[in-house]
């Protein structure tokens, strides 16, 4: 029962990290139609910055939180205006290795500055564990859950009732309607890629807390295939839904089956849900079949 | 025939068919014969390494350029069916005990087969989703050869005698650029032909329209699954020669990063293009061995630059990805052909 308890909260809180990456993702895909594969990099450069700021420049958490927010977001705007812009109209591969190609310079360049040695960061989120029926659970992990539920809840307010979110629901659903009422599809687009690497950041920087940074962490842009595909990949619930589901499946299967079969769990799930339901739990059943 | 400046005009079915018809194309074919064979008397052991490698990447560029350029379905596993190649070849050899050449034909058809299995969820999917799919595919695959160890030897490495052929040992580099080379040959040639077959037609068929395609009698299901077959067959052709020609299969070597740059060289080269294919495996793999032979000479000037040339690797690796995509989508073959032209005309400019 401790081990159950002390799995769930694992998983839980995974799959609450999860779900802010997959939310970038979801985000880009839904405004741009783009799959972005350098979501994990985001991740990987949003922690790296957070940890320059605080090590390097000494500054306090709140403050170096900050920073890697602003940070992402410049790096958002920046890539959709160089790198993607020019790829409206190509073809999905050309997209797709745009995105990966993307992943190698970022990867490449956090090697180059800070080497490939993982590091560890000043802890922010409270130490300490809750012992409760037997299982430790530590207090950051559950900070951790509560810090992405509020970021998931905060954008979930702003698509329903903020201009600009609204906006972006807009040009999802209907690119020439929405410029037609004079909205900017292209500050949608830039915004879009913005929020995508600041949620990124975030989930980065609680990564970064729970097991320090290393480049390990753009791993992470892996297993966000299968929440996005499972949850759908234009769907906001989705991602929360698909986050928790693979959390919890990789800390069982981790937990009763072992092996290292956890590792691979995600990926027939995806390949399963591919093939069943391709527009995954929540997602739009527009999706072109052959 | 005669080569004007109207055309090409063909005067037999024999000239039609030739794959180089102007008296240009065939001085150039006979310059790039002479530079093949001279290679080996020329270059250091070094650079003859990095060519023996670029034949390898050949094979599986041209699989990866049949599935993806010409049939229009993305791949993110290739590094997986190189890793079935070169698992399924150096087993039959080591443990079977087969001849090589019978292990590597094994080895071909083998992950040909586990290369149209994983191809069936192309049969519904398309384009984002497929590329999705097969990334799963990559990392099963990869799963299976580190978990099964009973076949596999799970993570530990196989290790791989020397090849022997009739008394003959296989050691050096240089011994081995005269097996890859007639093998690279072979696969360019036999590519080049396909697309002059009726399958290849019908890959580029499905590629352009599946719809119309299958209106017109193409099996859209079987050409599909064929094309993963053919596709995985090099593959495992180049996956098994990495066997025996290195002397060790690991599962490290065919990782995700391993699809990536094929699908780079198949970018850089020029999709759709198996000439652009030969180019783009020159120069990705050139790449990265130049920047460390720079790196090396930098070495006096600028130290400590040593440590960080692997990291330089992978960011000029995805800057020439981004930067091709950009500035020119179809490749090197294209830039090629402009070259050619722009040769062909001048004074003028068209």
Redesign the interface.
Known sequence: MSDFLQMTLFGLSNGAILALAALGFVLIYKATRV?NFAQGHFLLVGAYAFYAAIVVLGLHWSLAVLVGVAFAATLGVLVERF?LR??IG?E???V???T??????????V??FF?TTPRETPQFLPSGALTMAGATMPWSRVAAIGIAAAVLVTFSIFFTRTRHGIAMRAVADDQQAALTMGISVRRVFALAWALAAVTAVIGGILLADLSGVSAGLAGFG?IV??VV?LGGLDSVPGTIVGGIIIGLLVQYTAGYVG???E??VP??V??LI??VR?YGLFGQTR???? | MAATSTGIHHRSYASELALRHTSAEKFRLVLVVLAVLAIPFVVSPYWLTIANQIGIAVIGAVGLNIL?GYTGQ?SLGHGGFLAVGAYSSAILHVRGDLPIPLSVLLATLTTAVIGAFFGI?????????L???T???Q??IL?AV??WEAVTGGRDAISVPRMELGGFVFRQDFHWYWVILPIAVLAVISARNLFRTGLGRSFMAVRDH?IAASAMGVD?TRTKVLAFAVSSGFAGLAGALTAHYTGIVTWERFT?EES?LY??II?VGG?GSISGTVYGAIFMITLPALITRVGQDMQGTLPGIA??L?????????????LF??FE?RGLARIWQRLKDYVRFWPFRY
């Not at chain 2, 969820?121 to 989703?129: D, E, S, T, V």
């Not at chain 2, 692997?310 to 981004?322: E, K, R, S, Y």
């Open positions: 799959i790198v020019p790829m190509e999905a591969i050309a797709i290795m745009v990966i190609g993307l992943s190698s310079v970022l990867g490449g360049g090697q180059l080497g892996l295939f299968p595909i092996g290292g079969l590792q691979v990926f027939i995806l390949i591919l093939m391709p999706i072109e079949r052959v | 993806v993305i969820p192309a049969l519904r999917l398309k384009g984002l989703y590329a999705i799919a990334l799963a595919s990392e099963i799963f580190r978990n599946d859209v995700l990536i699908l780079a970018i999709l440590e960080k692997p990291a330089v690797q992978v960011v000029v690796f995805g800057l020439v990805i981004v995509l950009i989508p």
